[in-house]
Structures are given as structure tokens and as C-alpha cells.
């Protein structure tokens, strides 16, 4: 058997604690997928990829790193890939999902910070991440404070690029977030010593709009009223995947999904009995390996059937303008591109409110559960008005906050199978 | 101890419980090979995290049906993809646990 320790070890990391870690996924893991029924063949890769999700895919990175590819850690939808691969490096995403390292965040951060920013700094600092020790460097964003605050602290450790993410969507503010892209390619330009062109450029974007594609096809499937192919706990671990997978196989491995659950909705194999309640799920992201909303839903006699939010459609929603042929176009159709993306962080966001709509509507569904990590102060403020506006277009919704931890499973058990029932 | 004996001494062990099998495998690419193989021999087969009961790394196995742990074996041995061992184990899996990592 292949023993991923002398590779953690070169890489800096505290092997006893990240011990404690791999005990656990096993039966979390067991638990969440194997125990659904009727999973898709196709599901095979992202199980593979998860059962060893510190050693396959860092493993590769190694590698790449001998041969002089650098790797670029990020948190955010916003931060555009296109330039990083466009000057032959490597994204990662690096959130963290896990109350494992939210102790050691929190022995940096005040505790009453949203639980993906604490795991995230204290996956680093711990070192007992993979990944957050394989980056040449992290691209930050300011599309929250927390993470604003939360980097200053991260960037003691590793070398940190910030981005500054406008806060509205005048055409001055797409403007002002094409410059930024703009530094941001210098900046990927002098890490990797690779000049970025047009040319290469226009590669990348198109790699990346075909992983949105692919992406897109296998939500597509999950529109169907009569028979859900795939539950939704298995369409967000390909999605949590997507962020640190190579792009290209990434796309590969999802059209091969996205294949069988066409054969699906044409042989009418559902995963979900007729009739079982059909929920669309928004609010903030669901970093790996945060199941346990998709988990208990799923559970407790509804079928998730669409994910709003950093990931789900909020990744792979609209392409990049592909026929920009100089930078500076394609620095502008990247920035017109990221800033559809409707995150909390902006003012005003009515542009979310009407996105949970339309998906309401294109995915049929019968409710709407809309999730907030705690202490993350802009989505909860706009719950109520999301709330309101689903209300007044008769589809019912249910507002949850929590956290990584496992101790509120009971009570979010006990108001999801309630609100299961009132959906009739 | 032969395979079919190993099983026996779990079910002994645990009377009345559903017993599983982990094929533990050298690598992943040869776990999703063998995957593969079991699929289209018509058997039941899903790759899953090896749990810390068989062994002290992360890594890959196949979580297979005690009755039909000997055909996965022979799928393997036909399509010559290599196999480290097999552990019975009490069934692992609970979807109302509610622990998770």
C-alpha cells in the first residue's frame, strides 16, 4: 500500500495530528456516500479521489512542482484561474470544511468568526493540510472581513497575493476589477517566470469554460421533475473536488457523469423514490469535507436538487467572452464574467435574490433551504430579504445557520424532516 | 488464515451483524482498475477510504460484500491487477450517525 507519510513529512507536516484527521474520514465518509443507493457509476473518480484526498491529488502536485510548475492556493470564485494556468500553473482551492482545524484557527482568531475562516488558517498554520504546505503562493480576495483580517495573519507564513474585490457592480467598479486582474497577471507572470500572451490566455479561458460546461451538463440532468439521477450529496463532492482537480480531467471525468445521468433521465432511474420533495440550497459554501447539510437533508425525505452558492452554480454559471483576441479584452470579458458572480459581499445584491428565483423555477423545486455559516455577517443580512421574496413567489423556505461541528445534527434533523412535512 | 476463515471468526465474532469486506489495494489507480473490472463482471463493488481498523494510512480499498468478496478476488486475478489482502469487518457504515470530519 501506498504510505503518503514520508511525502507529508518532506512537506513540512505535523504527522500526528494530521493522524488524527485520516482516522476520522473513513466513517464519515462510509457514512455520507456509501451508504445512498443507486449511486451513479460515474461517482467512482470522486470517491477515489476523496477515500485518499491528501495523498492523490498533492501527490501529482509534487511532481509537477520537480519540473518547475508553480502552485497557486485560492479561497474564492472570484479569483479568475484562467491567468494561472495561462502561465502553466496550478490552481488549488484551499477552503477549509473541517472542525478539525478550527482549534488551531482559533488560537489566531477570535472565536466568533465564521467556522470556514478559522479551518482555513488553522489548516495552515497546523500544517496539516497538503495542499496549504504545496502552494508557492495564496491569492487572497476582499470579499469578506474576516478573510481581510484573516490573511494579514496567513501572510506571515506564506507568501500572499491580495486582490481587492469592488463591493458594488457599477461599470467603474467591472472597470476597476479588470485592473485588477491585470496586477494579478503580473504578479502570475513573476512567480512562474512564464510571459502571459494572448495566446495563452485564450487557451486557458477556453479550458476553463469547458469545465464550466461540463460542470453545467451534470446540473442540467438534475432539472428533470420526474427523475433525480443523482443525489445531491454526490453532485457537491464533485463540485468540492472541481476546485483542486486538473481542470481538464476535471471536465473529462464530468461529461463521463454527465453521460450516464442522461442515460438516467432516459431510463427513468432516480436515486430518490417519486415523489420525494425537491430542494434548492443557497447561502454560503460548503468547502471539503462539509457534508453535513446535503447529508441530513438527504436523509430526512428530501432530495437536493440544485446548490446556489460558491459551490454550485456560482462556479460554473456564465462563460468568459472567448473572442477577445488582445489582454486587455480579455482582462475585461474575465472581469464582466467574475462579476455575475452575486456574492453577499456585494451592495446592493438584488441580483442573488432574482438568481434563487430563476433556479427555483428552472429546477423545479418544492422549497428552498438557505444556509448561513455562523458569524457570516453579510449573508445573514440579506436573509430576509431572500426570504421574503420566496415567500411572496409562494415557494416555501427554511433558514438555517451552523457550523461545522456536529452537536446541532439532532436540531437540524428534527427542522428539516418539519419542514419536509409542511412541504405536503 | 484463509479468507473464507477470517470471515467466519468475524461472524462468530458478531453474531447477527452484516459483515463487509475491505480488499485493500497497492494504489488507487490499481483500486479504481479493479473497480472497473468488478463492475462489469456484474459485481458489487464501491471504492471507498481503507478505515483505520485494517491498517495506519490513509489509502484506498474496496468495500465488497462478504458473498461476494471471492468473485472480486477472481475478477482481480484475471485481469492480473494485484491485491494486498482482505479484512472482514462488522459492518462500518451508519447514514444516522451524524459524525463528521
Known amino acids: ?424 | 488464515m484463509r479468507i473464507d476463515e477470517r470471515i467466519a471468526d468475524v461472524v462468530r465474532a458478531h453474531p447477527g451483524e452484516p459483515i463487509d469486506c475491505y480488499v485493500l489495494m497497492p494504489d488507487h489507480e490499481a483500486a479504481f482498475d479493479l473497480h472497473e473490472a468488478a463492475r462489469a463482471a456484474g459485481l458489487t463493488a464501491r471504492i471507498t477510504p481503507t478505515p483505520r481498523a485494517t491498517q495506519a494510512c490513509c489509502g484506498v480499498s474496496l468495500l465488497v460484500g462478504r458473498d461476494q468478496v471471492r468473485s472480486v478476488l477472481d475478477v482481480a486475478r484475471r485481469s492480473d491487477i494485484a491485491v494486498e489482502g482482505v479484512v472482514p469487518l462488522p459492518r462500518q457504515l451508519d447514514a444516522r450517525r451524524d459524525r463528521y470530519c
Open chain 1, 1 to 424: 500500500m501506498v504510505d503518503r507519510h514520508p511525502m507529508w513529512k518532506d512537506l513540512g507536516m505535523d504527522l500526528e495530528a494530521h493522524d488524527q484527521l485520516c482516522e476520522a474520514l473513513p466513517a464519515a465518509f462510509g457514512d455520507v456516500f456509501l451508504t445512498q443507493k443507486m449511486r451513479p457509476e460515474g461517482m467512482a473518480f470522486w470517491d477515489m479521489v476523496a477515500a485518499d484526498v491528501h495523498g492523490i491529488r498533492p501527490a501529482e502536485l509534487v511532481e509537477e512542482k520537480k519540473k518547475g510548475r508553480k502552485v497557486f492556493g485560492t479561497f474564492c470564485t472570484y479569483v479568475p484561474d484562467e491567468v494561472v494556468i495561462a502561465c502553466n500553473g496550478i490552481v488549488t482551492g484551499l477552503c477549509g470544511g473541517s472542525e478539525f482545524w478550527v482549534p488551531e484557527g482559533e488560537k489566531y482568531l477570535q472565536n466568533d468568526v465564521c467556522p470556514l475562516v478559522k479551518a482555513s488558517l488553522g489548516a495552515r498554520m497546523g500544517r496539516t493540510c497538503p495542499f496549504f504546505r504545496l502552494v508557492d503562493e495564496i491569492v487572497g480576495e476582499t470579499t469578506c472581513d474576516g478573510k481581510k483580517k484573516m490573511y494579514e495573519i496567513m501572510a506571515t507564513d506564506v507568501p500572499m497575493h491580495i486582490m481587492e474585490t469592488p463591493q458594488m457592480k457599477r461599470p467603474k467598479d467591472i472597470d476597476f476589477w479588470a485592473s485588477e486582474i491585470a496586477d494579478f497577471a503580473q504578479n502570475v507572470q513573476e512567480v512562474t517566470g512564464v510571459e502571459l500572451t494572448a495566446e495563452n490566455l485564450a487557451h486557458a479561458i477556453d479550458v476553463i469554460n469547458a469545465r464550466r460546461r461540463a460542470l453545467a451538463r451534470v446540473y442540467e440532468t438534475r432539472k428533470n421533475p420526474d427523475v433525480i439521477p443523482i443525489s445531491g450529496t454526490d453532485a457537491l463532492l464533485m463540485m468540492q473536488i472541481a476546485f483542486f482537480d486538473d481542470p481538464e480531467r476535471c471536465t473529462q471525468m464530468a461529461n463521463k457523469l454527465a453521460c450516464e445521468l442522461e442515460e438516467r433521465l432516459r431510463d427513468g432511474v432516480s436515486v430518490f423514490p417519486a415523489g420525494t420533495k425537491r430542494i434548492l440550497l443557497t447561502g454560503t459554501p460548503l468547502a471539503i469535507p462539509n457534508w453535513k447539510l446535503h447529508h441530513i437533508i438527504e436523509t430526512s425525505g428530501a432530495a437536493i436538487v440544485c446548490e446556489e452558492n460558491c459551490t454550485g452554480t456560482k462556479f460554473f454559471r456564465n462563460l468568459v467572452d472567448d473572442t477577445q483576441t488582445t489582454l486587455e479584452g480579455q482582462f475585461r470579458a474575465l472581469a464582466e464574467r467574475y462579476m455575475k458572480i452575486n456574492c453577499a459581499c456585494f451592495t446592493p445584491n438584488r441580483a442573488r435574490i432574482d438568481e434563487v428565483l430563476e433556479l427555483a423555477r428552472d429546477y423545479q423545486v418544492d422549497g428552498v433551504i438557505n444556509t448561513n455559516l455562523k458569524f457570516c455577517t453579510t449573508f445573514k443580512t440579506e436573509a430576509p430579504a431572500l426570504e421574503k421574496a420566496l415567500e411572496d413567489a409562494g415557494i416555501p423556505v427554511l433558514d438555517i445557520e451552523t457550523d461545522y461541528t456536529d452537536n446541532d445534527a439532532g436540531q437540524l434533523r428534527t427542522r428539516v424532516e418539519a419542514f419536509v412535512e409542511m412541504l405536503g
